[in-house]
Protein backbone atom coordinates (compact mmCIF):
# COMPACT_ATOMS: atom_id res chain seq x y z
CA UNK A 1 0.00 0.00 0.00
CA UNK A 2 1.57 3.77 -1.02
CA UNK A 3 2.04 6.07 1.89
CA UNK A 4 -1.46 8.61 2.13
CA UNK A 5 1.36 11.49 2.39
CA UNK A 6 4.43 12.47 0.47
CA UNK A 7 7.35 10.15 0.65
CA UNK A 8 10.73 11.01 -1.39
CA UNK A 9 14.64 10.43 -0.94
CA UNK A 10 17.51 10.76 -3.19
CA UNK A 11 20.25 7.98 -4.24
CA UNK A 12 22.90 8.44 -1.63
CA UNK A 13 26.34 8.49 -3.32
CA UNK A 14 30.10 8.20 -2.15
CA UNK A 15 30.42 12.35 -2.84
CA UNK A 16 27.52 13.40 -0.40
CA UNK A 17 28.32 10.88 2.13
CA UNK A 18 29.75 13.75 4.01
CA UNK A 19 27.37 16.92 3.29
CA UNK A 20 24.04 14.82 3.83
CA UNK A 21 25.66 13.66 7.13
CA UNK A 22 26.50 17.11 8.17
CA UNK A 23 23.43 18.98 6.98
CA UNK A 24 20.80 16.05 7.72
CA UNK A 25 17.83 17.69 4.94
CA UNK A 26 14.77 16.69 5.40
CA UNK A 27 14.70 13.55 3.42
CA UNK A 28 12.11 10.50 4.08
CA UNK A 29 14.72 8.11 2.89
CA UNK A 30 18.28 7.64 1.15
CA UNK A 31 18.55 4.53 -1.45
CA UNK A 32 22.31 3.13 -1.45
CA UNK A 33 23.62 0.65 -3.89
CA UNK A 34 23.40 -2.96 -2.25
CA UNK A 35 26.61 -4.52 -3.69
CA UNK A 36 28.67 -1.10 -2.79
CA UNK A 37 28.03 -2.48 1.08
CA UNK A 38 28.77 -6.32 0.91
CA UNK A 39 32.54 -5.91 2.24
CA UNK A 40 32.18 -7.89 6.06
CA UNK A 41 33.78 -4.71 7.76
CA UNK A 42 35.44 -1.53 6.47
CA UNK A 43 34.39 2.71 6.18
CA UNK A 44 32.00 1.94 4.03
CA UNK A 45 29.88 -0.09 6.45
CA UNK A 46 30.54 2.68 8.98
CA UNK A 47 29.00 4.95 6.58
CA UNK A 48 25.70 3.19 5.95
CA UNK A 49 25.67 2.55 9.38
CA UNK A 50 25.91 6.45 10.40
CA UNK A 51 23.44 7.20 7.46
CA UNK A 52 21.15 4.15 8.86
CA UNK A 53 21.19 6.01 11.94
CA UNK A 54 19.74 9.49 10.14
CA UNK A 55 17.28 8.34 7.74
CA UNK A 56 15.35 4.81 6.68
CA UNK A 57 17.63 3.07 4.00
CA UNK A 58 16.31 1.76 0.80
CA UNK A 59 18.53 -1.16 -0.93
CA UNK A 60 18.97 -0.93 -4.72
CA UNK A 61 20.89 -4.22 -6.33
CA UNK A 62 22.20 -3.95 -9.68
CA UNK A 63 23.80 -7.60 -9.94
CA UNK A 64 20.93 -10.34 -9.20
CA UNK A 65 20.14 -10.86 -12.80
CA UNK A 66 16.90 -12.14 -11.69
CA UNK A 67 16.57 -12.87 -15.54
CA UNK A 68 19.69 -15.01 -15.85
CA UNK A 69 18.93 -18.55 -17.21
CA UNK A 70 22.29 -19.48 -15.30
CA UNK A 71 20.41 -19.25 -12.22
CA UNK A 72 21.06 -16.69 -8.95
CA UNK A 73 24.38 -16.34 -7.62
CA UNK A 74 24.76 -17.84 -3.88
CA UNK A 75 27.78 -15.85 -2.84
CA UNK A 76 25.59 -12.70 -4.49
CA UNK A 77 22.41 -13.65 -2.52
CA UNK A 78 23.71 -14.70 0.59
CA UNK A 79 25.82 -11.08 0.39
CA UNK A 80 22.48 -9.62 0.15
CA UNK A 81 20.62 -11.45 2.50
CA UNK A 82 23.31 -10.66 5.32
CA UNK A 83 23.01 -6.64 4.59
CA UNK A 84 19.40 -6.88 4.54
CA UNK A 85 19.60 -8.50 8.25
CA UNK A 86 22.30 -5.74 9.11
CA UNK A 87 20.38 -2.77 7.88
CA UNK A 88 16.54 -3.63 7.71
CA UNK A 89 15.99 -1.59 4.91
CA UNK A 90 12.42 -0.62 3.86
CA UNK A 91 13.01 -1.42 0.47
CA UNK A 92 14.73 -4.11 -1.59
CA UNK A 93 15.32 -4.08 -5.15
CA UNK A 94 16.92 -5.17 -8.09
CA UNK A 95 16.19 -5.10 -12.17
CA UNK A 96 13.99 -7.27 -14.47
CA UNK A 97 17.42 -8.01 -16.42
CA UNK A 98 19.35 -10.73 -17.20
CA UNK A 99 23.06 -10.54 -16.32
CA UNK A 100 24.53 -13.85 -16.05
CA UNK A 101 25.35 -16.64 -18.26
CA UNK A 102 26.88 -20.52 -17.28
CA UNK A 103 30.55 -21.42 -17.97
CA UNK A 104 33.33 -22.72 -16.44
CA UNK A 105 33.25 -21.88 -12.11
CA UNK A 106 30.90 -19.61 -11.25
CA UNK A 107 30.12 -18.06 -15.34
CA UNK A 108 30.65 -14.93 -16.15
CA UNK A 109 28.14 -11.15 -15.52
CA UNK A 110 28.06 -8.98 -18.28
CA UNK A 111 28.23 -6.09 -15.67
CA UNK A 112 25.18 -4.72 -17.19
CA UNK A 113 21.51 -4.64 -17.19
CA UNK A 114 20.75 -6.73 -20.43
CA UNK A 115 16.46 -6.99 -21.28
CA UNK A 116 14.46 -9.85 -21.40
CA UNK A 117 12.16 -11.41 -23.82
CA UNK A 118 8.83 -10.33 -22.77
CA UNK A 119 7.10 -14.07 -23.45
CA UNK A 120 5.68 -16.53 -20.83
CA UNK A 121 9.05 -18.91 -20.60
CA UNK A 122 11.29 -15.47 -19.52
CA UNK A 123 8.12 -14.91 -17.07
CA UNK A 124 8.25 -18.15 -15.60
CA UNK A 125 11.76 -18.16 -14.93
CA UNK A 126 11.81 -14.61 -13.42
CA UNK A 127 8.79 -15.25 -11.05
CA UNK A 128 11.08 -18.32 -9.59
CA UNK A 129 13.97 -15.85 -9.57
CA UNK A 130 12.08 -13.41 -7.24
CA UNK A 131 10.37 -16.08 -5.45
CA UNK A 132 13.46 -18.01 -4.30
CA UNK A 133 15.20 -14.55 -3.43
CA UNK A 134 11.98 -13.19 -1.17
CA UNK A 135 12.48 -16.22 0.42
CA UNK A 136 16.19 -15.96 1.24
CA UNK A 137 15.37 -12.42 2.47
CA UNK A 138 11.84 -13.05 4.23
CA UNK A 139 10.78 -10.56 2.51
CA UNK A 140 8.88 -9.03 -0.73
CA UNK A 141 11.16 -6.93 -3.26
CA UNK A 142 10.58 -4.23 -5.80
CA UNK A 143 11.53 -5.26 -9.42
CA UNK A 144 12.82 -2.72 -11.73
CA UNK A 145 11.86 -2.21 -15.17
CA UNK A 146 14.67 -0.92 -17.48
CA UNK A 147 15.69 1.04 -20.09
CA UNK A 148 16.47 -1.40 -23.57
CA UNK A 149 19.04 -0.03 -26.07
CA UNK A 150 18.47 -3.87 -28.16
CA UNK A 151 15.20 -6.05 -28.00
CA UNK A 152 14.10 -9.88 -28.82
CA UNK A 153 12.23 -10.97 -31.69
CA UNK A 154 8.92 -12.68 -31.10
CA UNK A 155 7.92 -11.02 -27.54
CA UNK A 156 4.30 -12.12 -26.79
CA UNK A 157 3.20 -10.06 -23.82
CA UNK A 158 3.14 -6.50 -23.76
CA UNK A 159 5.83 -5.08 -21.07
CA UNK A 160 3.17 -3.57 -18.30
CA UNK A 161 0.83 -7.05 -18.78
CA UNK A 162 4.62 -9.18 -18.27
CA UNK A 163 4.86 -7.00 -15.33
CA UNK A 164 0.95 -7.79 -14.35
CA UNK A 165 1.77 -11.46 -14.11
CA UNK A 166 5.39 -11.06 -12.52
CA UNK A 167 3.69 -9.19 -9.45
CA UNK A 168 0.62 -11.60 -9.25
CA UNK A 169 2.58 -14.65 -9.36
CA UNK A 170 5.66 -13.64 -7.34
CA UNK A 171 3.32 -11.38 -4.72
CA UNK A 172 6.80 -8.09 -5.39
CA UNK A 173 6.11 -5.05 -6.08
CA UNK A 174 7.34 -2.78 -9.34
CA UNK A 175 9.42 -0.33 -8.74
CA UNK A 176 8.24 1.95 -11.50
CA UNK A 177 11.10 3.55 -13.31
CA UNK A 178 9.43 6.35 -15.14
CA UNK A 179 12.45 7.92 -16.75
CA UNK A 180 13.22 4.37 -18.59
CA UNK A 181 9.67 4.93 -20.14
CA UNK A 182 10.26 7.78 -21.59
CA UNK A 183 13.68 6.70 -22.66
CA UNK A 184 12.60 3.77 -24.69
CA UNK A 185 9.64 5.29 -26.12
CA UNK A 186 12.41 7.88 -27.23
CA UNK A 187 14.16 5.17 -28.78
CA UNK A 188 11.61 3.45 -30.37
CA UNK A 189 11.26 7.21 -32.26
CA UNK A 190 9.10 9.41 -30.84
CA UNK A 191 9.37 13.16 -30.00
CA UNK A 192 9.34 13.79 -26.04
CA UNK A 193 5.77 15.19 -26.34
CA UNK A 194 4.68 11.85 -27.66
CA UNK A 195 7.12 9.73 -25.89
CA UNK A 196 5.68 11.04 -22.63
CA UNK A 197 1.99 10.14 -23.92
CA UNK A 198 2.91 6.36 -24.68
CA UNK A 199 4.94 6.62 -20.95
CA UNK A 200 1.65 7.95 -19.64
CA UNK A 201 -0.25 4.56 -21.34
CA UNK A 202 2.65 2.38 -20.09
CA UNK A 203 1.29 3.91 -16.56
CA UNK A 204 -2.34 3.25 -17.22
CA UNK A 205 -1.54 -0.45 -18.06
CA UNK A 206 -0.49 -1.02 -14.60
CA UNK A 207 -2.97 -2.40 -12.38
CA UNK A 208 -2.84 -0.39 -8.90
CA UNK A 209 -1.80 -1.26 -6.20
CA UNK A 210 1.35 -3.23 -7.67
CA UNK A 211 3.45 -0.02 -7.79
CA UNK A 212 6.17 0.17 -4.44
CA UNK A 213 8.51 2.68 -5.69
CA UNK A 214 9.21 5.25 -8.66
CA UNK A 215 12.12 6.25 -9.55
CA UNK A 216 13.24 9.46 -11.28
CA UNK A 217 16.52 10.39 -13.51
CA UNK A 218 17.87 12.46 -16.33
CA UNK A 219 18.85 11.61 -19.28
CA UNK A 220 21.33 12.58 -22.15
CA UNK A 221 20.77 12.42 -26.00
CA UNK A 222 23.39 11.63 -28.13
CA UNK A 223 24.70 13.37 -31.53
CA UNK A 224 23.53 10.46 -33.15
CA UNK A 225 19.74 10.46 -32.00
CA UNK A 226 20.39 7.82 -28.72
CA UNK A 227 18.68 8.81 -26.07
CA UNK A 228 20.56 7.12 -23.23
CA UNK A 229 19.54 6.62 -19.28
CA UNK A 230 22.40 8.20 -17.64
CA UNK A 231 21.19 9.34 -14.41
CA UNK A 232 23.75 12.96 -15.47
CA UNK A 233 21.32 15.45 -15.40
CA UNK A 234 18.39 17.13 -14.36
CA UNK A 235 14.85 15.29 -14.89
CA UNK A 236 12.93 15.84 -17.81
CA UNK A 237 9.95 18.25 -18.60
CA UNK A 238 8.50 15.09 -20.07
CA UNK A 239 9.48 13.01 -17.38
CA UNK A 240 7.98 15.12 -14.88
CA UNK A 241 4.84 14.51 -16.58
CA UNK A 242 4.73 11.42 -16.50
CA UNK A 243 5.61 11.24 -13.25
CA UNK A 244 2.69 13.62 -11.98
CA UNK A 245 0.30 11.03 -14.23
CA UNK A 246 1.61 8.06 -12.27
CA UNK A 247 1.22 9.71 -8.81
CA UNK A 248 -2.52 11.00 -10.30
CA UNK A 249 -2.98 7.27 -10.80
CA UNK A 250 -1.21 5.55 -8.17
CA UNK A 251 -1.33 8.30 -5.69
CA UNK A 252 1.23 9.49 -3.21
CA UNK A 253 4.31 6.29 -3.60
CA UNK A 254 8.14 6.29 -2.30
CA UNK A 255 10.20 8.06 -4.73
CA UNK A 256 13.81 8.48 -5.18
CA UNK A 257 15.54 10.57 -7.66
CA UNK A 258 18.48 9.41 -8.58
CA UNK A 259 21.59 10.82 -10.03
CA UNK A 260 24.69 8.63 -10.76
CA UNK A 261 27.31 10.37 -13.17
CA UNK A 262 28.37 13.88 -13.45
CA UNK A 263 27.06 14.59 -9.72
CA UNK A 264 26.33 18.25 -8.81
CA UNK A 265 26.29 19.92 -5.26
CA UNK A 266 23.74 17.81 -3.16
CA UNK A 267 21.13 21.28 -3.32
CA UNK A 268 20.44 20.29 -6.90
CA UNK A 269 19.28 16.64 -5.37
CA UNK A 270 17.47 18.07 -2.92
CA UNK A 271 15.75 20.68 -5.33
CA UNK A 272 14.58 17.72 -7.65
CA UNK A 273 13.15 15.45 -4.28
CA UNK A 274 11.32 19.23 -3.38
CA UNK A 275 9.58 18.85 -6.30
CA UNK A 276 8.59 15.08 -6.26
CA UNK A 277 7.01 16.40 -2.99
CA UNK A 278 5.27 19.16 -4.70
CA UNK A 279 3.72 17.29 -7.36
CA UNK A 280 2.78 14.09 -4.85
CA UNK A 281 1.03 16.99 -2.50
Known amino acids: MAPATPCVGIGWRQPHYEALLAER ?43 SAAGLDGWHLDRLARLVERVQPGWVSDHAC ?20 FNDESLALLARH ?18 AYVGWDGDTLAEPEFFNELTRRSGCGLLLDVNNLVVNARNDGHEPEAAAREAMRWVDAIRPGSV ?28 WRVYAHAIQRFGPTPTLVEWDTHLPELGVLLGEAAHARALQR
Open 212 to 239: GEIHLAGHAERDDGLVIDDHGSLVRDEV
Open 130 to 147: VDAVQQRLGRPMLVENIS
Open 25 to 67: PALDFIEVHAENFFADGGIALAVLAAGREAYPVSLHGVGLGLG
Open 98 to 117: FARVGGRGAGQHAADLLPLA
